[in-house]
């Protein structure tokens, strides 16, 4: 197995406990480094209602074998094994109570049990087949029957991210989806840039809908952009060009609020709107909007109808095109990958190439934010850990 993550240390348990001489290679010092900084720290490490349909991909059945086969219970099981404290932070987000330090300390102990050969600091300078695969390292040439490629995607380099496992896809000719950076939010245009700059730090319960996905969850103005888990969220489904939309008043449907508004302009005429509108949005944020729908200024009384609507669309339906999203230094995954048509869903073997496995986020699965892509991880991991 090359790549000693979430998804690598997964497979190397499973084949070990089957009693397959396992030797897990990673280029790092150290294994899990994605794992430490994840959650915060804290390791948000499954999600009690993952799914299926949080994940992103070109086929999107393709996950639903190994999700169903290794499921939340499953890890949670392992959890308890290790007797490592964790709670539900919210919309079933399981977190670590101490540290994600405790889940690379469960995943090694594991590995020592299961007799994994465990190599660190180990460069694979190539991959050749001949009757076995041959990985070749600084050190010496590993024959092995069957080879996992577990080195995840390219997000957060400084953590040992490569593109090793989309180079040796395409050394055996298998096809790749376009990669990129996803739940890493959005950069504005210049002119979004500049008129919201002064929102910078402002938070804000909202509904972001991209590319067909809406999600209600928090955003936050950035001095460039807009992130929180809603428009993180949000980027996993934004394609170049794609535009956003964000209803900033998600508890009130567009009527009740043209209620609300026409209750306001009756008992209360002298208001100005965007107080008004402060008692329920950020006051910062309320008076970007106002400004936006040119409605803030004068009291709501003297305000004319068709400035009140341009404010409802403003409020529940404002869009914008993003420049790009932030990208691969702060992005929580990649998008894309090994194309699952290439894949059996059931093994993670490689159809065309007998042998040759592909597991975690090197694979075109990508999870929503939640727990959701280290759930991916085991559940792959554990499916190829079961056939290799
Ligand atoms: C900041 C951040 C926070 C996150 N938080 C969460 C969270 O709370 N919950 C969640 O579900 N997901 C989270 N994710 C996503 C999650 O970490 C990944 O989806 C998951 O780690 C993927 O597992 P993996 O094993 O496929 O890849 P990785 O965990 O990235 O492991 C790949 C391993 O391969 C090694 N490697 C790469 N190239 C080579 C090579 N050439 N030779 C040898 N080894 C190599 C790497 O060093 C690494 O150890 C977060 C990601 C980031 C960046």
Same mark, same amino acid.
């Given at each position: 197995?090359?790549?000693?993550?979430?998804?690598?240390?997964?497979?190397?348990?499973?084949?070990?406990?089957?009693?397959?001489?396992?030797?897990?290679?990673?280029?790092?010092?150290?294994?899990?480094?994605?794992?430490?900084?994840?959650?915060?720290?804290?390791?948000?490490?499954?999600?009690?209602?993952?799914?299926?349909?949080?994940?992103?991909?070109?086929?999107?059945?393709?996950?639903?074998?190994?999700?169903?086969?290794?499921?939340?219970?499953?890890?949670?099981?392992?959890?308890?094994?290790?007797?490592?404290?964790?709670?539900?932070?919210?919309?079933?987000?399981?977190?670590?109570?101490?540290?994600?330090?405790?889940?690379?300390?469960?995943?090694?102990?594991?590995?020592?049990?299961?007799?994994?050969?465990?190599?660190?600091?180990?460069?694979?300078?190539?991959?050749?087949?001949?009757?076995?695969?041959?990985? =070749?390292?600084?050190?010496? %040439?590993?024959?092995? /029957? +069957?080879? $996992?490629? !577990?080195?995840?995607? @390219?997000?957060?380099?400084?953590?040992?991210?490569?593109?090793?496992?989309?180079?040796?896809?395409?050394?055996?000719?298998?096809?790749?989806?376009?990669?990129?950076?996803?739940?890493?939010?959005?950069?504005?245009?210049?002119?979004?840039?500049?008129?919201?700059?002064?929102?910078?730090?402002?938070?804000?319960?909202?509904?972001?809908?991209?590319?067909?996905?809406?999600?209600?969850?928090?955003?936050?103005?950035?001095?460039?952009?807009?992130?929180?888990?809603?428009?993180?969220?949000?980027?996993?489904?934004?394609?170049?060009?794609?535009?956003?939309?964000?209803?900033?008043?998600?508890?009130?449907?567009?009527?009740?609020? =043209?209620?609300?508004?026409? %209750?306001?302009?009756? /008992? +209360?005429? $002298?208001? !100005?709107?965007?107080? @008004?509108?402060?008692?329920?949005?950020?006051?910062?944020?309320?008076?970007?909007?106002?400004?936006?729908?040119?409605?803030?200024?004068?009291?709501?009384?003297?305000?004319?109808?068709?400035?009140?609507?341009?404010?409802?669309?403003?409020?529940?339906?404002?869009?914008?095109?993003?420049?790009?999203?932030?990208?691969?230094?702060?992005?929580?995954?990649?998008?894309?990958?090994?194309?699952?048509?290439?894949?059996?869903?059931?093994?993670?073997?490689?159809?065309?190439?007998?042998?040759?496995?592909?597991?975690?986020?090197?694979?075109?699965?990508?999870?929503?934010?939640?727990?959701?892509?280290?759930?991916?991880?085991?559940?792959?991991?554990?499916?190829?850990?079961?056939?290799?």
């Amino acid at each position: 197995m090359i790549g000693a993550g979430a998804a690598g240390m997964m497979c190397a348990i499973e084949a070990g406990r089957r009693g397959r001489r396992t030797i897990l290679l990673e280029h790092s010092p150290a294994v899990g480094r994605k794992i430490l900084i994840s959650g915060g720290g804290r390791c948000n490490f499954t999600n009690l209602g993952a799914g299926p349909k949080q994940y992103v991909s070109r086929n999107p059945d393709f996950c639903r074998s190994a999700l169903a086969r290794y499921t939340p219970q499953d890890f949670l099981r392992l959890i308890e094994k290790h007797r490592i404290p964790c709670h539900e932070k919210k919309l079933g987000q399981l977190f670590c109570d101490r540290s994600a330090r405790d889940i690379v300390e469960m995943l090694l102990a594991e590995c020592r049990e299961a007799g994994v050969e465990l190599k660190t600091g180990c460069r694979v300078e190539s991959v050749e087949q001949s009757e076995r695969f041959l990985i =070749r390292t600084a050190e010496e %040439t590993l024959p092995a /029957e +069957r080879l $996992v490629i !577990a080195t995840g995607g @390219l997000s957060v380099p400084k953590t040992g991210a490569s593109d090793f496992g989309y180079r040796i896809a395409e050394q055996f000719g298998l096809r790749i989806v376009a990669q990129a950076p996803a739940l890493d939010g959005f950069v504005f245009q210049e002119g979004e840039r500049n008129r919201f700059r002064e929102l910078a730090g402002v938070s804000a319960d909202a509904i972001v809908t991209c590319g067909g996905a809406s999600f209600r969850e928090n955003i936050l103005f950035t001095h460039r952009g807009l992130s929180g888990p809603a428009s993180l969220q949000g980027s996993l489904y934004w394609k170049p060009g794609a535009s956003v939309i964000v209803n900033f008043l998600p508890g009130l449907g567009a009527d009740e609020l =043209r209620a609300w508004l026409r %209750t306001q302009k009756r /008992e +209360r005429p $002298v208001a !100005a709107i965007k107080n @008004l509108l402060a008692e329920r949005i950020p006051r910062r944020l309320s008076e970007a909007l106002c400004d936006l729908a040119q409605a803030g200024t004068q009291p709501i009384g003297q305000t004319p109808e068709g400035t009140l609507e341009r404010l409802v669309r403003t409020l529940q339906a404002w869009s914008f095109v993003p420049e790009r999203t932030v990208g691969y230094q702060r992005a929580e995954v990649t998008v894309g990958g090994v194309d699952t048509d290439e894949l059996s869903s059931k093994t993670m073997e490689a159809k065309r190439v007998p042998g040759l496995y592909f597991i975690g986020e090197v694979v075109d699965v990508t999870g929503w934010l939640g727990g959701y892509n280290f759930q991916w991880a085991w559940a792959s991991g554990w499916a190829a850990g079961q056939a290799v």
